[in-house]
């Protein structure tokens, strides 16, 4: 059961252009999401987040929305460099009083920003 | 200060053999998160412990695996009588609470053959 999905396993875009990575989700009891980039062999580092009550955060040139009713959210990186080139996984929890921090991750999209 | 550390980076074991993974978390984390990433898949929570505890392994395979996070040293994946189905990457996290703040490691790639 794929409750974060990510549905474009790749992505190739021209420097200085928009890249938008999309998610999608299933469990209406996820309440915070985050993004993730990973670079070959090593792990993933955090990019940005939002929370539920949030439909947009931006920081510096990454932007995510957030669309509950559609159970879909997006990052936004403007504009692409070609040292964003990485995989970029979506996460999401539910942030209950049973939370423990565990996260369930979306299969990842490879940007590719081309020079 | 030292970010997450795993060792070894890459491990090769025999079908059979015991694999002992090792996971030292950011000073004052007190809270370690493993993951396992199987190739072409994303990340999938296994365990998360704290200093002697575990609290959440709903992820861990009910058989082979275990985890522990003593007093001392550093977090244990262990993985008995290892299968090629173990073969993935696994990725270590740290955090000074049950907060997202996950800081990963670089992962421990085992290879079983």
């Known amino acids: 059961d794929q409750q974060v999905k990510q549905n474009s396993p790749s992505l190739s875009v021209q420097e200085g252009r928009i890249s938008i990575l999309n998610c999608d989700y299933t469990n209406s009891m996820f309440d915070y999401f985050l993004w993730y980039k990973k670079y070959p062999a090593e792990g993933p580092t955090f990019l940005i987040s939002i929370s539920s009550i949030k439909d947009k955060n931006e920081d510096g040139r990454f932007t995510v929305f957030l669309n509950k009713s559609a159970k879909h959210l997006s990052l936004h990186i403007v504009p692409s460099q070609p040292g964003d080139s990485a995989v970029y996984f979506c996460a999401a929890s539910g942030r209950g009083s049973s939370n423990t921090g565990k996260l369930i991750f979306g299969q990842g999209t490879t940007l590719q920003v081309k020079p | 200060n030292a970010g997450v550390m795993q060792n070894p980076r890459h491990l090769v074991r025999r079908r059979g053999q015991e694999a002992r993974l090792r996971c030292s978390p950011m000073k004052g984390h007190s809270h370690v998160y493993w993951y396992r990433q199987l190739p072409e898949e994303g990340l999938k929570f296994m365990v998360y412990l704290q200093k002697e505890n575990i609290i959440d392994e709903s992820g861990m395979p009910k058989e082979r695996f275990s985890a522990e996070f003593p007093k001392e040293g550093p977090s244990i994946l262990r993985i008995q009588q290892v299968v090629r189905g173990d073969s993935a990457a696994y990725f270590c996290?740290?955090?000074?609470?049950?907060?997202?703040?996950?800081?990963f490691g670089s992962g421990t790639r085992l290879t079983v053959v």
């Open positions: 996290a740290s955090s000074p609470d049950s907060d997202y703040g996950y800081t």
